[in-house]
């Protein structure tokens, strides 16, 4: 720096000017505009410019000094210090504005001559001050900004230690109901203790599995197939908890397999994050717990077949006896065996059958035996009681039921199981499949099965109507129908005809063919019932076609 051209020393105002300007804990454009506004009380200069150095580049401020992109490059070329050319001044000079070795920013500042020394001295000082009072700044920002963070840690700290505080007492809670063994109702009642609003627990179908908390519906509504699928389907693919209306339900899925739905009844709108945070949870153990029943349950049909199985195939009386106490079956009193065929899922089947021996009032063990549903009754079933009330169930599905005999013993199984299905296949031969047969009902019919595993009826049925059989066949009649439907209405014109939906003088003449071609008198009684068995006989073995 050149001497200066003036001797004109600072005055006394002009150097407390100097111990005035009191920067405190301003930011960087009230700093830099008080340096400012200090340089013009000190001595015969002004301020041109003044610069912040940020992250290495030099930003003018405050903003709206005017344009100088001719000092802009020098003080980026020269670092912020140095002499500077003002057109139109005489003397420009950039101090920079140092705090502990540190460039801070710097302050551009023109006279129309060359200060005194002392002048130049002062705005030195003014330039020190002012780095300093930047820098100052800059801690400061960065210890509130500390300060700040230190606060925010504090309060995520103090969050994250009340939600594990809250996990903590959530996993304990559902735990110790899982532990308990008092099943799903009191993982239920735990998580109703826990968010303090209702909870309901339903199975896959829609029904109800247990509730906690007030509002419970009475009766309890019945799902709509359809609609619990499309529920079922979304709560599927969103895989969370998912408010539907008043409820915010999530599936229970353990390994992929949907065994119900958990919800907390919340029309309000009260659930929090740790609400679902415990409901999360509950569903998950919930899993476990639906598993583990199934499991069991599993376990239990499987030992109940085998043993279904073996009574089946004959076993000794006191082993039977023994095995079916472990399960809570008693087959001392009388047992009847009951098989089922239908064309539905097996799975409905079984359970329509074990419905339909509930709602009679019967114990029973159940199994399978091939496509049969197979159920060993502790007394006998009305038969025509039990299809009903299976039929409803199934629907659509048609179904046969055969009922055996009389089982004193369990070694006695065996027969009985072979004579239900003896009267199945006699159901199945009717003239309408789909039913119910006791064998202690079949009457006839027992002879008729009886003989025709020996192949006596069709020798009987040849006996007396093959020649109607052949004459049908080749000239596509329907005599042999026509005279079964003959007999079975007792002889009666009236009845016959309207059942064959003919004409009663094509009856007659029907009926003189018959005797011709069979040259049988239908006036002889032993004749008529003869013709009778024959004719049953036949719509009995050959049901397809007798229609």
Known sequence: MTAASSDATPTTEELATLFTVAFDWADDVTILGQANAAVSRVGPCRTEATYRLVDGSWQRLPQGQHERPDIDRLIAASGGGGAV????????WAFPLRHHNSVEGSLVVSAA????SGHIQILTMLARQTGAALACGAVHRRDAWCTEQLAKANSDLASAQRRLRNRTRVHETIEAALGSGEGEQAITDALHELIGLPIVLEDRFGNLRSWSGPGIPVPYPTPDPQRRQRQLAVLAERRRPTRTKDRIAVLILPRGEVLGVLAVIDPQKKVTDDHIVALHFACTLLGYELSHQRSLVERELSVRRELVD???????????????????????????????QSSAASDSVATGAGRAAGALHLKKLQGRSGKLVVLLTDGRPDPRAFYRTLSEWLGRHPCAVGVGSRCDAPSEFPKSFADAKRALNVRLHSAAPAGAAAYDELGFYRLIDAAHDGGAVEDFI????????DYDSAKNSDLVLTLSEHLESGGNYDDSANALHIHRS??????????????????????????????????????????
């Open 85 to 92: 050319e003002i057109p139109g001044r005489a003397w420009g």
């Open 310 to 340: 073996d009574l089946l195939a004959g076993t000794d009386n006191d082993g039977a006896f023994a095995r079916a106490e472990a399960l809570g079956h008693d087959l001392r009193p009388a047992h009847y065996v009951v098989v089922v």
């Open 506 to 547: 094509t009856l007659r003449y029907r009926l003189a063919r018959i005797g011709e071609l069979t040259g049988h008198d239908l006036r002889d009684a032993n004749t008529r019932f003869n013709l009778h068995a024959a004719t049953r006989s036949w719509r009995f073995l050959y049901p397809e076609r007798s229609h």
């Open 462 to 469: 040849r006996e007396w109507i093959g020649a109607l059989l």
């Open 113 to 116: 001559q060359q200060p005194s």
